[in-house]
């Protein structure tokens, strides 16, 4: 754990099974690497993740078990360790590679900006060869000119315990990458001669393992996995097949027949997915099916009536099945990993030098980078989504406070002000104690810059921010609709970031997996808030047991007002202020018939400087208005809290 951290209070519920074969699942990691300093639920950070996997490693080998170590992509936008360096990841990509992944995948996020997708190339993908799968991202070979795989197409592989496994690694059909790269949509993947010939391999095939920053439930729109199940299901009616997936930010698992089923493991290094399975057919492994001293998979992959899961299209496996399975949720903290761990030998102490060696690095990179320099003590904690829009507590609320404070052009302070901004701007909570740099980047990582449209008549004005909010932008969302997951284009090498809508916000995910924070707690007995998920097992899956967190609906775009008179009347005319990443909408909001404006590209211009963007407005009111208790900020109960 960094030094300013704090373990956790609740502990898992019980000891994992073990299988035949077993799984640790990390995705969508976005350069948490240094843990979630002020939440207990999710306090440890890369180097307690080193320590772990070898004690589970050790006690796979002593149970004469395999286990593989899984991740399936976007490792960069999101925190200061990755965020702060330019390029984008070249420290945090240092510490991730630290785990000795099994199999590793492609993100959207790797393929955004050229140089952090020749980053994955050159550097990254060379790490890990061939175990690192790209099966449908390609991208031009300086060298050569041409395409080529970043990664590779496929691993072929027996693992220690003689299980011969087929993995592919494929990313959902993204179009938002820059133009040195190109994403092969899946429906022309499964028709190419080598994933035909992959998929009927002339050596035996015990388990494909398909893994992908990609939806594992098929019903949801940008997932392809659906595509690339019916071609191996047609071609290998029998043959298991395990999913991994991400993207959507989530907990969740899903069955598609008796012998497959998909992993999902959440977001931001607050989940470490368990999976276990026995059962599997192979003449030439020697794994237990049930490893003795600990508890074995039990379950059966059966479908729940009405889960959407699957497809009347697709094919399934109507044969017989011995597979059994398990699956478990595990919070991102030591008390976690230390409790799991334990018995595996020899077992001294949790942390091993390579994991505090990492630990270390991680606390030398946040000092580089002065992600811990202070700007004030945040008084409270602030979350998107736990608290309806604007109430006290909804982030919404102070972010509308601190825009009205500092978003101020001093040639033009006296004259009133409306800002907008999209509230996709905002990718994360903030929770109550020291506020610092890297909690800028936690909470908006984006560039943004603020420009303007001057004297603009009220009566125009304040109409905008209501047609914003019940139309249907593009541009305006970094997050997607949340009608479902498409993604809109945008434009090459522009350091941008779309992503999956809050997992709170959306009706059909959050009855799977809520995300939370923690609790201090007088009785190990209460509940901390936190993930409650349900999925097609049913709602036992968390590893430790957490009350759920309310989940508001939050609009689209917020305004905050500036300089309005002091008596409440309104002005006749204001500065209309927005972010660049949005001016297009507010001019097409000022021009609707209903409206009357008649504004050009050109009428827009820049209230402030560039430098000034949705990263530095809220450091900005944090040296103004959080003060107190500097330097010696007290931390608060976590999101979710009350």
Request: with cysteine.
């Amino acid at each position: 754990m960094q030094p300013d951290a704090q373990n956790a209070t609740a502990g898992p519920k019980g000891p994992l099974e073990w299988g035949q074969i077993n799984f640790l699942h990390t995705t969508d990691t976005h350069g948490w690497l240094e843990g979630h300093i002020k939440e207990q639920n999710y306090g440890a950070d890369w180097g307690d993740y080193v320590s772990f996997t070898k004690h589970m490693k050790k006690k796979a080998q002593d149970l004469g078990v395999d286990m593989l170590m899984v991740d399936t992509g976007d490792l960069h936008d999101g925190a200061g360790l990755t965020d702060a360096t330019t390029p984008n990841g070249n420290i945090s990509n240092a510490i991730f590679e630290n785990i000795d992944y099994d199999l590793l995948t492609i993100g959207n996020h790797e393929l955004y900006v050229t140089e952090i997708a020749y980053q994955t190339f050159s550097n990254f993908s060379k790490v890990y060869g061939d175990r690192y799968l790209t099966s449908n991202v390609q991208i031009i070979n300086p060298a050569t000119g041409q395409f080529e795989y970043i990664g590779s197409k496929y691993r072929y592989f027996t693992t220690e315990q003689g299980l011969r496994i087929m993995a592919f690694g494929v990313l959902f059909d993204f179009t938002g990458n820059s133009n040195v790269s190109k994403v092969i949509k899946a429906a022309s993947l499964v028709q190419e001669q080598w994933f035909l010939q992959a998929v009927n391999y002339t050596e035996p095939v015990d388990l494909f393992v398909v893994i992908g920053h990609n939806p594992v439930r098929t019903n949801v729109t940008s997932s392809t996995f659906g595509t690339l199940f019916n071609t191996i299901r047609k071609i290998r009616p029998d043959v298991p097949i395990q999913a991994f997936g991400g993207h959507t930010h989530i907990r969740d698992f899903v069955v598609y027949d008796n012998k497959a089923t998909g992993l999902e493991s959440g977001r931001y290094c607050e989940t470490l997915g368990w999976l276990a399975v026995s059962g599997i057919k192979s003449s030439t492994c020697t794994a237990s099916k049930n490893p003795k001293g600990v508890p074995n998979p039990t379950r059966s992959a059966i479908a729940p009536p009405s889960t959407g899961t699957g497809n009347a299209s697709v094919p399934i496996s109507t044969t017989p099945s011995n597979l059994r399975y398990a699956r478990r949720y595990l919070d991102w903290n030591r008390q976690t990993f230390s409790y799991h761990a334990e018995g595996s030998q020899p077992y001294t102490s949790f942390d091993t030098l390579k994991g505090l060696a990492v630990t270390s690095e991680i606390t030398s990179a946040r000092a580089r980078l002065n992600l811990t320099d202070l700007y004030g003590c945040a008084p409270r904690t602030y979350c998107q989504v736990c608290k309806p829009f604007l109430e006290e507590g909804n982030i919404f609320k102070l972010l509308q406070i601190a825009l009205s404070t500092v978003v101020v052009n001093d040639t033009r302070k006296d004259i009133p002000r409306i800002i907008i901004i999209n509230t996709g701007s905002v990718r994360f909570d903030l929770a109550k104690g020291p506020f610092t740099l890297d909690d800028s980047y936690i909470v908006s990582p984006f560039t943004d810059a603020f420009q303007f449209i001057p004297n603009v008549p009220y009566a125009q004005a304040s109409k905008v921010l209501d047609i914003l909010n019940a139309g249907a932008s593009e541009k305006r969302k970094r997050d997607l609709a949340t009608a479902d997951f498409n993604f809109s284009p945008v434009l090459a090498d522009r350091d941008i970031c779309i992503d999956p809508p809050l997992t709170h916000d959306y009706d059909g995910l959050k009855k799977r997996s809520k995300a939370g924070g923690r609790l201090i707690r007088r009785q190990s007995t209460t509940p901390s808030p936190g993930y409650t998920t349900t999925d097609d097992f049913g709602t036992d899956g968390d590893d430790t047991v957490h009350s759920t967190i309310p989940a508001f609906p939050q609009p689209e775009n917020l305004q905050a007002n500036g300089s309005f008179p002091a008596d409440g009347t309104a002005p006749e005319s204001v500065d209309v202020v927005m972010l660049d990443f949005i001016a297009r909408d507010v001019t097409d909001a000022l021009n609707q018939p209903d409206v009357g404006g008649d504004y050009k590209d050109n009428d827009v211009v820049y209230y402030l400087d560039k430098s000034f963007t949705t990263n530095s407005y809220l450091p900005a009111y944090a040296r103004i208005a959080w003060q107190g208790n500097v330097p010696n900020c007290p931390v608060g109960a976590g999101i979710g809290s009350s």
